[in-house]
């Protein structure tokens, strides 16, 4: 009984925090604070006017309805009564930016051989910035692929100085040309090698980033759709959930780029083993991954061979459900682990011993460390996987909506994994135990070959689905409602299906904060 009402007691506190106040629960009480001012319907010139007699004025979010003020907490009650068309108020938050094996483990040489490379297809990389590398030229190496660059980051050009953007972009678009031909024994190829890139930089050299920074990178991105063909967004950054998604402004600007037509791809987190709260990292999934409508993606462990049967899920990986509206996430999974890919000259992240690979590691009679390629870890490496995958989707079926590229992924996801799997911290040694289950590996393991031979369209939504607790049997349901798109077929494989009645620890799954997303991947996470 003890435990049931701790579990209602905080849902009843995740109830209150939807219907009432509309300004966020962690609101610095301070002399000036940045926030985040989201309206209900497009500010008119007026109420943008007056938004601007409160304080200062320093950025308006035309595709997302919002705008950037700094102000005086003080004021913020007058503001509200006299602005009923404001939605909500919340703090301009701080977020984090959390090959040839990886491509083979996801089956993306099958694409590769039907000709599908990404051509004509445009993703923005939402991220510290990406660095000037021949991978990112065109075949012939005499264009680029990264087709346009803007810094959100005050006082900073759209150069890549923390090497996490850099090594991003490779993952989803690099040709491998400076890893390929005669004396190579291994080519760093990304997942849509002839993709184009639009760089838009919201991370600092030590990967700190804004809301405000993202939110104004995602407004771009919807401005540039049509003129690059702009079709994926990659956000592998994330930071905590405070509040709903429908309050949270970075969450509802992945939303207007979703149903403005572009696929949203998002990282779940990086603290699956966080046991702070006795939920053996159930519960951790950042911002904006949160979302219900976005792809949320979890990483694999692909054990350092091309082939699938020996991955695992990655220790590290955050697991679902969401925090205050408990949906389903992480949506599927990729390899995240050691991955290869780009290195920015000079970057942060490079200064880590660990990252560092050997140039005999894949040139043969070689000596020292590469200067071009470098490995990272984490659900942020998983994430452009995913995002390169729905490039190739789209360069099949330009038509493709977000909602049909998200359904055709999960459905075609690989359900037949190991139940349980330890990984271990290359530091400590430290083993940890992994379920798969539907909170941690969603509705699979993304297979890029089942995806492209799908040609299954979708009419309906591919909202993320709900987890539904019951108190009295302390278990887990999943509530499918029959207005989108898991009403018409089955997703969830029988090797997940034990998601269903995972037993929640006595703290539960609804608290609303959770640790930061780190984009330092390092090569710890195993």
């Not at 308006?60 to 309805?65: E, L």
């Not at 004509?120 to 510290?128: F, H, K, M, N, R």
């Not at 491998?176 to 600092?204: C, E, H, M, Q």
């Not at 992945?254 to 053996?280: F, M, P």
């Amino acid at each position: 009984m003890k435990q049931s009402l701790r579990f209602l007691a905080l849902f009843a506190g995740a109830s209150l925090a939807l219907a009432g106040s509309r300004v966020a629960p962690d609101l610095p009480n301070s002399s000036t604070v940045d926030v985040i001012v989201r309206f209900s319907n497009p500010p008119t010139k007026s109420e943008l006017q007056a938004l601007g007699s409160y304080g200062q004025l320093k950025k308006i979010f035309n595709n997302v309805s919002a705008g950037e003020v700094l102000l005086s907490p003080a004021k913020i009650p007058t503001l509200l009564a006299n602005d009923p068309n404001i939605a909500y108020i919340s703090p301009n938050r701080t977020t984090n930016g959390s090959l040839d094996i990886t491509t083979s483990a996801v089956n993306a040489v099958f694409a590769w051989s039907l000709g599908y490379d990404g051509t004509g297809v445009g993703v923005a990389v939402i991220d510290s910035g990406i660095a000037l590398h021949d991978d990112l030229k065109t075949s012939t190496g005499t264009g680029l692929r990264v087709v346009y660059n803007e810094s959100f980051v005050s006082g900073l050009d759209a150069s890549d100085q923390y090497g996490h953007g850099t090594h991003v972009a490779g993952i989803v678009g690099s040709n491998g040309r400076d890893s390929s031909g005669v004396g190579f024994s291994r080519t760093f190829k990304g997942v849509a090698p002839n993709v184009n890139l639009i760089n838009l930089r919201v991370l600092d050299a030590n990967g700190a980033g804004t809301d405000s920074a993202v939110i104004a990178a995602i407004d771009r991105a919807i401005d540039l759709k049509n003129t690059y063909n702009i079709r994926v967004i990659n956000l592998s950054l994330g930071r905590p959930v405070f509040e709903s998604y429908t309050l949270d402004p970075l969450c509802q600007a992945v939303e207007a780029a979703w149903k403005a037509g572009i696929v949203v791809v998002t990282a779940a987190g990086n603290y699956g083993r966080d046991n702070s709260r006795g939920t053996k990292g159930y519960g951790t999934i950042a911002a904006p991954g949160n979302d219900p409508y976005v792809i949320t993606v979890g990483a694999m462990n692909a054990s350092g061979t091309g082939g699938r049967t020996d991955d695992k899920i990655a220790s590290y990986s955050s697991k679902g459900p969401t925090a205050f509206d408990h949906f389903v996430k992480p949506d599927l999974v990729a390899p995240g682990n050691d991955v290869v890919s780009l290195m920015a000259p000079g970057c942060t992240l490079a200064s880590y011993p660990k990252t560092l690979i050997s140039d005999a590691s894949f040139q043969p009679g070689t000596n020292g460390k590469s200067g071009l390629y470098f490995k990272l870890s984490g659900t942020s490496m998983a994430t452009p996987v995913v995002a390169g995958a729905a490039a190739l989707l789209i360069q099949k079926t330009p038509s493709l909506t977000p909602d049909q590229v998200k359904a055709r992924l999960m459905k075609t996801a690989q359900k037949a994994l190991p139940l349980f799997s330890t990984g271990y911290d290359a530091y400590t040694l430290v083993a940890f135990s992994n379920q798969s289950d539907i909170f941690t590996v969603g509705a699979g393991y993304l297979d890029i070959q089942a995806a492209l031979s799908n040609n299954d369209l979708t009419t309906r939504a591919a909202i993320s689905p709900t987890a539904v607790f019951n108190s009295a049997t302390r278990t887990v349901t999943v509530l499918r409602d029959m207005s989108v798109v898991w009403g018409d077929s089955v997703v969830w494989g029988d090797s997940t299906t034990s998601g269903f009645s995972v037993v929640w620890g006595d703290s539960t799954l609804l608290a609303c904060t959770i640790q930061a997303l780190s984009a330092d991947d390092e090569d710890g996470l195993q």
